[in-house]
């Protein structure tokens, strides 16, 4: 099991040399219209990372099925591309809680 540090270098090295930003919103909207969903420009879900206890505040990071977890939450376009990532929030934060404080929101 990864603790939480080796999964934020492991998103830095991986993930950071990329730039992810959200595309064309009229060709994001036009590719999901034509699967059925009229007025969308990405899909939207989260997954719990599973990590060691942190040295302090190790209850925070314990998700609502009982491990301890770090949220990684991310958007998707109509071709299934990465539009937005975040990773970071305790395990126990709730998921409206994370999108609220997505760059996308702001």
Request: charged share 20%.
């Amino acid at each position: 099991m990864l603790v939480h540090s080796e999964v934020v270098r492991a998103f830095n090295a991986l993930l950071l040399k990329r730039v992810i930003r959200v595309g064309d919103l009229d060709t994001a909207i036009e590719g999901f219209a034509v699967m059925g969903f009229p007025n969308c420009f990405g899909a939207l879900d989260g997954t719990h990372i599973p990590i060691r206890a942190p040295d302090h505040s190790g209850g925070r990071y314990i998700n609502r099925k009982g491990y301890l977890s770090v949220v990684l939450q991310a958007i998707v376009d109509s071709c299934g591309c990465f539009q937005d990532i975040y990773v970071g929030w305790a395990g126990s934060t709730h998921d409206a809680c994370v999108f609220r404080n997505l760059r996308l929101c702001h």
